[in-house]
């Protein structure tokens, strides 16, 4: 009963995001706040794992980029009010999970191999996903 309940207090939360897989470069624009004022800064990356969660807003996918020959790696929540948006890139193939060994590579054996696709595939890979709207339950009030 709570997992119901649960469920449907997270759908209002979703926003529409494309579908993010390891293997995507991704182009995150997250808001920043500095001070009084924001901007918003983007981060380019390589999407190394996915973590679904118990509830859909408990989505989290980690962005690794090297940055001046060290490795950066952050982890967003996917429906963060503080994440704007997502770009998806480039599409690589791969046949992991989770693409923790790119940590120890560097250079040439740090690549993948870009999936060749057809724009129709490259766009239902891009394409945000609907949510469909969760009508409020009413809580037994009746106006008469």
Do not use: C, W
């Not at 408990?58 to 429906?79: K, Y």
């Not at 740090?110 to 945000?128: C, M």
């Amino acid at each position: 009963m709570t997992g119901a309940v649960l469920h449907a207090q997270a759908a209002r939360f979703q926003k529409s995001r494309p579908e993010l897989k390891p293997g995507y470069t991704v182009r995150v624009h997250e808001r920043i706040k500095e001070g009084e004022k924001e901007r918003v800064q983007i981060f380019e990356g390589l999407v190394i794992g996915v973590h679904n969660g118990h509830v859909s807003t408990d989505a989290t996918f980690t962005v690794r980029r090297v940055a001046s020959g060290v490795g950066v790696e952050r982890i967003f929540s996917l429906h963060s009010p503080m994440v704007e948006k997502i770009d998806v890139k480039k599409v690589a193939k791969v046949r992991r999970a989770k693409l923790n060994f790119l940590r120890g590579r560097a250079g040439k054996s740090a690549r993948l191999s870009e999936r060749f696709t057809s724009a129709d595939e490259f766009a239902v890979a891009v394409a945000k996903e609907e949510v469909p709207p969760v009508a409020e339950p009413d809580a037994g009030k009746s106006e008469a």
